[in-house]
Structures are given as structure tokens and as C-alpha cells.
């Protein structure tokens, strides 16, 4: 039986229906990351888990146990929120032991827990300062060493890098990484971001408007989408969606697998560049992004046919000159008018 | 060309403004202080006398006369007490309002405020007379209670003002963390508010200590705050300026030094709702 079960979960504000129904099963140990655009419901779905906003419908069950109805404070989870929410007039000690002290525990105990967190996260030289001595950086970790103390069944990140900066944002995606393998933690985890889904998750839940569109790893969600929204939400830059009636003469011609209303999804990585005069289909390059280790070239038709490709070797090109394009069809998804996916794409190379 | 000052234009202009209207407000404050120490003849003598033989005379005899320290304690325990009880009613009014919101908080707190915009000679009457009847007249307990009433509108503004700086999502993490809502309240939000209820709780000690009003409408001998005190010296018998002067600046001279003290945080408290 999974360890943390949501069974039809409800939730409006006012007319507003934001959670639509919502099942998944969360087996122990795993990472699940919740991803989808702004407004899908993502953080109020784990806001829901954490209690601290009341169903409207269906249950939550922790451990074998219904927690639907449960105060916050007696469901044993623990959160980090975007903003860190740390206690600004305790100490770091004093922020990572309030959970502990609440409970309790005696005092050689907190002390022993705190400090073994400190140590895993770096903290050691900060236990006695107050959060605004710190870093965001270092308040992020306060806020992770603070669940972390805990031991608590499972931890709840509402997205917790969007306030950090670039490089501290990777680098502490990589310490949640590592620090998930070494506790073995259940974790749920909220981001808009598909990179952090991406690389963090054991699986990933992509939300749109308050339903589950597609649940599976990363690679599952990349390589076999369930539909199209899936299909251009993950992935970086977007898939490229063919409406079939642009290539309507490459879709006969290859006698590819979709209606003529349908859309063809092709990854930038499946569009090769030929020499112009070359290829299936003769284009314009709008704009090149060199990013150094990958090419992106922007290119249009003047027909409405719009296309990113993606290449590792670098480019002489510049906008305003014609290319010749090749597109893998093997490796193309198709959907039908409404977005279903009709057919498995073929896994990426 | 011109040495440019290295004090510009408006800098100047603005000190002078700010200079002037200090001293306009400070004037009558200063020519009480002078007052207080001249004889009665010296009091109204026209013109006003700058330079005189300072005396100590008034102040003598203001204390033999009437008693300073009775009324000087009745408006310590009155305006202490009221503040006290004040802020045990507002704090959770203003923190239900402020965490527990509902369609009406903003309502119910402009109606609570719109009691402020009454002149308070208005309710005199069956304020009066209520505290007639429950035998509260000339009693310390019949003005704590008029003075924190009047003040709580006040308090729970200030105190709401300043819950509701509190992030929401510390308190979030607070239950997160296995508070309950005893906890949350003692051990986060009631430590990240004192420097707020501290600067309602100073306010409110000047205002109750100032409050002259209730105070020479509903007491006199017993329950007579300094106000009392001070209103005794302009008698029908006529007006004794210098005694007068003597009275006013023993019954101001308390809370001006507190409030000396206490500068930082009453201004804090004074301009809550401007440095938003």
C-alpha cells in the first residue's frame, strides 16, 4: 500500500474550483516533484497535505493513517517554504530545535540532532547567529535543517529555490539531490521550474488548472508524453507542434500516423539542419542562440511553419539566410485536434 | 562664480521650517516652565516679564494646598491599569482580526474607529449616569475602565497594524512544527510583536495619563487624576496664573520624562501606519 495516498482531492476558494479531483499514491522513499504552470494548483495541492488549508473533498492518508482532518501540527510533516519562514527572532540553533523543543525531546537530545544536521548542511559556524546574519543560501539550509531535525514521515518544499540566485539555485538543487539519496526521505516538492522536476524527481506530477495531466519519471514524461501540453511543458526549449495542415504534403508523402487536424510534436534535438537546396523543407533562420556546449536556431517558412532546432555543433549561420531542414519523424509524437497523444513517440537518442 | 555652500538652499529652508514650527510648539510648554516659577504679580504683568528671581514659592504651595501625591498616584494606577487591561482586550481582538480574517474584520475595525470621531462630551450623559448607577463616580476603578474603553479603539488598530506584518508563513511553519495555537501565539507571534505592543502600551499610558476630560467629569477628591489637580487652580475664587503654572508642570513632568525615555518607541508606534 503506498505511504502517502490522496484520494479525490477537492479544494475551492469561493467559485473558484482550484483542485479538481486530484488521485496519486506516493510510495515510501520516493521524490515526487509537483510541476506545472503558475495558478495549476500545485502549491495548493501541497498545502493541502500539509493541513494548512482544508479539503473541500476526498482524503489524505499518511502511513495507513486518514489525516484529511488532522491539524497541521499533529500530521508529523515538515515544510520548507518559499520564503524560508524562519523564525527571525530565534537563533539558527534555536530555529532548527523549536519542532524538537515543542515535542519535548530533552535537551541533550536537540542538541545532539541539531548539530548533526548542522554538520550534513554546513551550519556548524552559524548555530548562534539570527537568520537575518545570514545568507539566502544559508537561510535556505537553516529552513532544510530545520525539517530535516525532525525525522519527520515525509518532507513537504514548496519552491524552495525560486528566491536564490542562479548558481547558489543549482548548486543547492544538487545538495537536495544528495541529501534525498543520504536520509531516503519520502518528499514532495513544488517548483514551476521542469529543470528542478527534472533532475530532482523520482517522479514527476505535471498539474494544469487543478487535474493531474500526466504522472511518471522523467524520463517517461519526456520521452512518452501524454499529451501535448505534457509534451511542450517538459523539455527546454519547447517541443516544436506541427499543425499537420502545414506539412500536409511531408505527412502524405511520409504517410506519418495522424489525422490531418492532429499535431506533430518534433524535439528541437529531431530537427537537422542540410545545406540549403537540401532537405524536406527549405527555411529562414530568425535568430541564432550559440550557448556555448549547444545551437539554437530559431527558423520560420513564412508560411506560419515556425521550428526550433537544437544542434551541439556550433553554427556559422546568422539571421536572414536560408537552410534546408530534415525532420525525424521516427522520433515525432502525434496527437490528435484535442492534444491526445495517438501514438508512443520513440525514445530519444 | 560662487563658492557653492555646502549647505544648499532647501536644506537650509527646511531646517529653518523645521525649527520654527518646534519652537511653536514648544512655546507654550516653555512659558508654562517660566511661569510656574514667578510670583502671581509677576504672572500677569504686561508686558511679560522675561527675566525675573526664580521662586520655588508656587510649587510649595500647590502641595500644601492639595494634595499632589494622591493625585499624582491616582493617574499612575488609573493610566497603568487601564493600559494593562487595554492591551489584554485588544492583543487577541487585533490577532483574530489580523490572522483570522473574515468579510467584516474591515468593518467591524472602521466602526471601531468611527467611535473615535464622536466628541466624547456626547456619550457624557449616560456615561454619567451609568457610572451613577453602578456607584463608579469618584472611583479609580469607574475611570480605569472609561479610559481604557476610549483607548481600545486605538490599540486594537495599532496592534492590528502590526500582526499583520507578521508573515503568514511563519506562523504556517509554526504549526508546521507541531504549535499549537497557544504556543504559536507565546513562543512566535507574541515575541515578534512586543516591539509593537510595547509602543501601543506607551501611547496608550501618555493618552490615559492626559485624558482630562473623564477625568474632571467623573471624579474630583478621591479618584482625582492630576487633570483634576490642574483644573482646581482656575476656581471661581480667580485665576492664579503662577499656581496654576506650578500645578500643570508637576502633573506633566512624570509622563514628559517617561516619554523622554520612550521616544524611540512612541514614535515607532506614532508612525505605524506610514512607513509601510
Known amino acids: 500500500m503506498a505511504y502517502l495516498q490522496l484520494h479525490g482531492i477537492e479544494k475551492s476558494f469561493g467559485e473558484l474550483r482550484v483542485i479538481k479531483g486530484v488521485d496519486l499514491q506516493i510510495q515510501k522513499g520516493e521524490f515526487i516533484v509537483f510541476v506545472g504552470p503558475s495558478g495549476c494548483g500545485k502549491s495548493t495541492l501541497l498545502r493541502l497535505i500539509a493541513g494548512l488549508e482544508q479539503t473541500d473533498g476526498g482524503s489524505v492518508v499518511l502511513d495507513g493513517r486518514d489525516i484529511t482532518e488532522a491539524a497541521s501540527s499533529a500530521r508529523d510533516l515538515a515544510m520548507v517554504f518559499q520564503s524560508y519562514a524562519l523564525y527571525p527572532h530565534m537563533s539558527v540553533f534555536e530555529n532548527m530545535s523549536f519542532a524538537l523543543k515543542l515535542a519535548q525531546v530533552p535537551q541533550a537530545q536537540i542538541r545532539e540532532k541539531v548539530e548533526r544536521a548542522a554538520a550534513i548542511l554546513n551550519l556548524g559556524d552559524y548555530l548562534h547567529r539570527r537568520p537575518k546574519e545570514l545568507s539566502g543560501g544559508q537561510r535556505q539550509r537553516v529552513a532544510i535543517g530545520r525539517a530535516i531535525v525532525r525525522a519527520p514521515k515525509v518532507f513537504l518544499f514548496d519552491e524552495p529555490l525560486s528566491n536564490l540566485d542562479a548558481a547558489l539555485r543549482g548548486q543547492t538543487r544538487i545538495e537536495i539531490a544528495k541529501l534525498h539519496r543520504d536520509l531516503g526521505a519520502t518528499t514532495v516538492y513544488v517548483t514551476h521550474d521542469q529543470v528542478e522536476a527534472m533532475t530532482l524527481a523520482d517522479r514527476v506530477v505535471v498539474l494544469r488548472d487543478g487535474r493531474i495531466e500526466q504522472v511518471g519519471t522523467p524520463l517517461e514524461l519526456y520521452d512518452h508524453p501524454a499529451n501535448s501540453f505534457v509534451a511542450q511543458f517538459i523539455g527546454t526549449p519547447q517541443m516544436n507542434m506541427l499543425a499537420v495542415s502545414l506539412v500536409a504534403e511531408l505527412a502524405q508523402r511520409f504517410a506519418l500516423p495522424v489525422a490531418a487536424d492532429g499535431f506533430i510534436g518534433l524535439r528541437p534535438e529531431h530537427v537537422i539542419l542540410q545545406p540549403q537546396g537540401q532537405g524536406m523543407l527549405h527555411m529562414q533562420v530568425d535568430l541564432v542562440e550559440a550557448l556555448g556546449a549547444e545551437t539554437l536556431l530559431y527558423l520560420s517558412n513564412g508560411q506560419g511553419l515556425q521550428l526550433v532546432l537544437r544542434q551541439s555543433a556550433r553554427s556559422g549561420l546568422h539571421s536572414g539566410q536560408s537552410v534546408g531542414i530534415d525532420l525525424q519523424f521516427d522520433c515525432a509524437h502525434y496527437f490528435d485536434a484535442q492534444g491526445r497523444a495517438l501514438r508512443q513517440g520513440a525514445a530519444s537518442v | ?276
Open chain 2, 1 to 276: 562664480m560662487a563658492r557653492r555652500s555646502k549647505y544648499p538652499l532647501p536644506l537650509l529652508m527646511r531646517t529653518a521650517a523645521a525649527w520654527v514650527i518646534t519652537l511653536l510648539l514648544f512655546f507654550p510648554l516653555g512659558w508654562l516652565a517660566l511661569m510656574a516659577f514667578k510670583t502671581e504679580l509677576q504672572a500677569i504683568s504686561v508686558p511679560p516679564l522675561w527675566w525675573f528671581t526664580p521662586t520655588l514659592d508656587n510649587f510649595r504651595e500647590v502641595q500644601e494646598r492639595s494634595d499632589y501625591l494622591l493625585y499624582a498616584r491616582n493617574s499612575l494606577i488609573t493610566s497603568v491599569l487601564s493600559t494593562v487591561i487595554g492591551l489584554m482586550i485588544a492583543t487577541p481582538a487585533a490577532y483574530s482580526m489580523a490572522f483570522f480574517k473574515s468579510r467584516h474584520t474591515k468593518n467591524l475595525l472602521m466602526w471601531m474607529l468611527s467611535t473615535k470621531m464622536m466628541p466624547a462630551v456626547g456619550a457624557l450623559v449616560p456615561i454619567y449616569v451609568l457610572a451613577q448607577k453602578s456607584q463608579l463616580l469618584d472611583t479609580r476603578t469607574g475611570l480605569v475602565i472609561i479610559f481604557m474603553l476610549s483607548n481600545l479603539p486605538i490599540m486594537v488598530w495599532m496592534l492590528y497594524s502590526y500582526f499583520k506584518e507578521i508573515p503568514n508563513e511563519i506562523l504556517e511553519a509554526a504549526r508546521m512544527d507541531g504549535a499549537t495555537l497557544w504556543q504559536e501565539f507565546y513562543r512566535v507571534t507574541f515575541p515578534l510583536a512586543l516591539g509593537g505592543l510595547a509602543s501601543t502600551g506607551l501611547l496608550c499610558l501618555v493618552l490615559s495619563w492626559n485624558k482630562a476630560f473623564w477625568s474632571l467629569n467623573l471624579s474630583s477628591a478621591k479618584a482625582g487624576t492630576l487633570a483634576t489637580l490642574i483644573a482646581s487652580y482656575s476656581s471661581p475664587e480667580g485665576l492664579f496664573w503662577a499656581k496654576l503654572s506650578a500645578a500643570s508642570l508637576m502633573a506633566i513632568a512624570p509622563i514628559v520624562v517617561f516619554g523622554w525615555f520612550s521616544q524611540k518607541q512612541l514614535v515607532q508606534g506614532l508612525t505605524f501606519g506610514a512607513v509601510k
